[in-house]
């Protein structure tokens, strides 16, 4: 279950990859659903599983950090050189804020728009403000390009990882076997 000083642990690994797989599915979704006509009644069901999806994002998003507080993250391996490290700590520090800005404004567009934010027809999540067409406006701009870095980010700290799996493999920068 706990991260060790050489590997992840079953619950880092389960939401790593449990939120990338979410990730890209919300991005295909949010793609799809806004193609579709407004009149067409698939696109509010699409937009609620979507907005679903992305609650679950932001609830695995704290759970995430409230975790590597009880059980830190394994150290980066010495052998990466200095300019490395920084690489790699920055896109896993942009990834942090896009992993929770993206949802942020897709929260803030549905309630500033004056829209409910269902968890699945469970329940809904709390207002934390009432209707404003302007910051709705915002976050409508924001969200799709925040959606889009964040799997920019990702795509980047994806090939970091491919590349010193094929150029290293076994050796001490192939970090691949440690979140898998
Ligand atoms: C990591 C999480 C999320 C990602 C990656 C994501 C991604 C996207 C994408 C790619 C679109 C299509 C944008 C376009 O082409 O115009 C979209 C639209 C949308 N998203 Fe998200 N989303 C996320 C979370 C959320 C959340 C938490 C909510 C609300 C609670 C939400 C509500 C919406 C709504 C209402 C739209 C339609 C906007 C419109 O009609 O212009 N999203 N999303």
Redesign the pocket.
């Known amino acids: 279950m706990l991260n060790t000083a050489t590997r992840y642990g079953a619950i880092s690994r389960t939401l790593h990859w449990l939120m990338a797989l979410m990730?890209v599915a919300?991005?295909l979704l949010?793609?799809y659903m806004?193609d579709l006509p407004k009149a067409d009644p698939a696109r509010a069901q699409i937009?609620a599983l979507?907005?679903a999806f992305?609650?679950l994002?932001?609830m695995a998003w704290v759970l995430r950090l409230a975790w590597l507080r009880i059980s830190p993250a394994p150290r980066l391996p010495g052998e990466f050189s200095r300019p490395e490290r920084r690489l790699i700590k920055g896109l896993q520090g942009l990834l942090y804020a896009l992993?929770f800005l993206?949802?942020a404004a897709?929260?803030t567009?549905?309630v500033a728009g004056g829209h409910p934010?269902s968890v699945f027809g469970l329940f809904d999540l709390p207002r934390l403000f009432g209707a404003n067409h302007a910051l709705a406006h915002l976050a409508?701009a924001l969200?799709?390009p925040l959606?889009y870095a964040?799997v920019g980010v990702a795509a980047l700290h994806a090939m970091g990882a491919i590349k010193h799996r094929l150029r290293d493999r076994g050796g001490a920068t192939d970090v691949l076997p440690r979140m898998l």
């Open positions: 990730i919300l991005v949010g793609l806004t937009v979507h907005k992305g609650v994002v932001l992993m993206a949802p897709g929260y567009l549905s934010v409508r969200h799709a959606a964040l």
